[in-house]
């Protein structure tokens, strides 16, 4: 069964400084990676997601995850926050070549940024 | 290109009632997934349908059900609710078969059971 686990639930960080969201997964085959964001009242929006080509992947706003097979973890970075990041970051995974697609979430976590 | 609509954007309702909650995807695609989100729970599946038929479901009782029309829109349906179904309700959308199609999101159903 796989599973993703969020370390944090809530980060904050100043304007202009590093975002570093984690997040490590568990699965019994080589999985699909997503990173999500929602927003207040809003759905959900993919960042960035690894389907095992490169391993460091580059999404959209800046944002960017690497994916370290022997670590099991899929870290969402970015190198310089904008007030506009605050929202709540969600890691997915996605079993590849089977017949299951759905994604499975982490519990999220809650960025803010302090101006 | 609409994005994944989603109606009706909240909906209140009592203990025992039913609900019908609906999801008009992305135009072309033809794999629609639920999802229920609760501040306890986080994110978890229901169920996904690709034309017409319903491939995946979650754990969830029997009481919540969907399907899938010709066109791709789909509709779930939750009976008997119950004060613990009182969550908002994503539908996703993507284009194909596949784990690694992006899966474009609704806004969302704000489910209130009183």
Known sequence: ?115 | KAGVTQTPRYLIKTRGQQVTLSCSPISGHRSVSWYQQTPGQGLQFLFEYFSETQRNKGNFPGRFSGRQFSNSRSEMNVSTLELGDSALYLCASSWGQGAYNEQFFGPGTRLTVL
């Open chain 1, 1 to 115: 069964a796989q599973s993703v686990t969020q370390l944090g639930s809530h980060v904050s960080v100043s304007e202009g400084a590093l975002v570093l969201l984690r997040c490590n997964y568990s699965s019994s085959v080589p999985p699909y990676l997503f990173w999500y964001v929602q927003y207040p009242n809003q759905g959900l929006q993919l960042l960035l997601k690894y389907t095992s080509a490169a391993t460091l992947v580059k999404g959209i706003n800046g944002f960017e995850a690497e994916f370290k097979k022997s670590e099991t973890s899929f870290h969402l970075t970015k190198p310089s926050a904008h007030m506009s990041d605050a929202a709540e970051y969600f890691c997915a995974v996605s079993e590849q070549g089977g017949s299951n697609y759905k994604l499975t979430f982490g519990k999220g976590t809650l960025l803010t940024v302090n101006p």
